[in-house]
């Protein structure tokens, strides 16, 4: 029944990738872990780059915690986000959806520029996401002081300290299987300063990437940046190594205050102040 309820989802999501022109719900629901308790650096990074996203397209939702959300999805992605006629998971899956059946933000954007936009995202995903899982899961401290206790925090005991430990075994295969798992703490940083050095030199004094308006690679970029400035960690070097580059810091707060800073005001969205991190 998981399995059948799950593939209609997914040709439901597929057919209206090709629709174009969807309107866009009012009730539109993102579901992710709850942030303050039990949300990790990675899956955090990935939520708010589709927040972002999803602000900067000018499509209204809500954020519905959910201690099992990575569960909801048959791939254990998040967030997910929930309209009344399809479930559509994970960052990719979603970015993917509004732009092709709602707003394309790189409408305007020749085929060079595009090309450009999704080589950058590439570009994030394969070594900021990585890092995040390195850092949060091999990382011995992380993992003993901050992952395995709020990757556990819906449970009781024993299964508080059985499914953190089932998850590091997790991530460290996959890492494994990408190659990252041999890497030194120190090569980590590394890549991550590469990633940042080519972003900081593509922005250079633009205020987005890409355009004069935003596109899901700011909304990438910034769910990843802000994500690993603003979390307190036992080792603050990632902090560190993205202040070296002053054009992504002042981008993360200028998509802050542009896209969230309402919503802060608000009440719904628990930012995370530059003002407050470990020096």
């Avoid at 450009?116 to 899961?137: D, G, Q």
């Avoid at 460290?172 to 990633?195: A, G, M, N, T």
């Avoid at 987005?208 to 994500?227: C, K, M, N, Q, R």
């Avoid at 998509?255 to 930012?271: C, D, L, R, S």
């Amino acid at each position: 029944m998981a399995t059948s309820l799950l593939e209609d989802v997914a040709v439901q999501t597929e057919a209206l990738f090709t629709l174009g022109n969807v309107e866009w719900p009012d009730d539109a629901m993102l579901i992710q872990q709850y942030e303050v308790e039990q949300i990790l650096m990675p899956e955090n990074a990935k939520c708010l780059a589709v927040q972002a996203f999803l602000h900067m397209s000018n499509l209204p939702f809500r954020i519905v915690p959910q201690t099992n959300a990575e569960y909801m999805s048959h791939s254990g992605n998040v967030p997910l986000l929930k309209l009344p006629t399809c479930l559509v998971v994970g960052m990719e899956a979603i970015i993917s959806y509004v732009t092709n059946s709602i707003c394309n933000l790189c409408a305007d954007l020749d085929e060079r520029s595009r090309a450009e936009v999704k080589a950058y995202i590439s570009l994030v995903e394969n070594s900021l996401t990585p890092a995040e899982l390195y850092v949060s899961w091999l990382d011995r401290d992380t993992a003993k002081q901050i992952s395995r206790p709020r990757h556990g925090y819906p449970y009781s005991w024993p299964l508080q300290l059985i499914i953190p430990v089932m998850k590091q075994i997790q991530q460290w295969r996959f890492l494994r299987s990408i190659k990252w798992s041999s890497k030194s703490i120190e090569d980590v940083y590394h890549e991550v300063d590469k990633c940042c050095k080519a972003l900081s030199d593509r922005l250079g004094s633009n205020t987005y990437f890409a355009t004069e308006s935003p596109t899901e690679l700011d909304a990438v970029v910034f769910g990843h940046i802000y994500t690993l400035l603003t979390t307190s960690l036992p080792n603050s070097r990632f902090a560190t190594v993205i202040r070296k580059y002053g054009n992504l810091v002042a981008f993360c707060k200028r998509i802050e205050n542009n896209y969230f800073q309402e919503k802060h005001n608000a009440g719904h969205f628990p930012m995370r102040k530059f003002e407050n991190l470990k020096n």
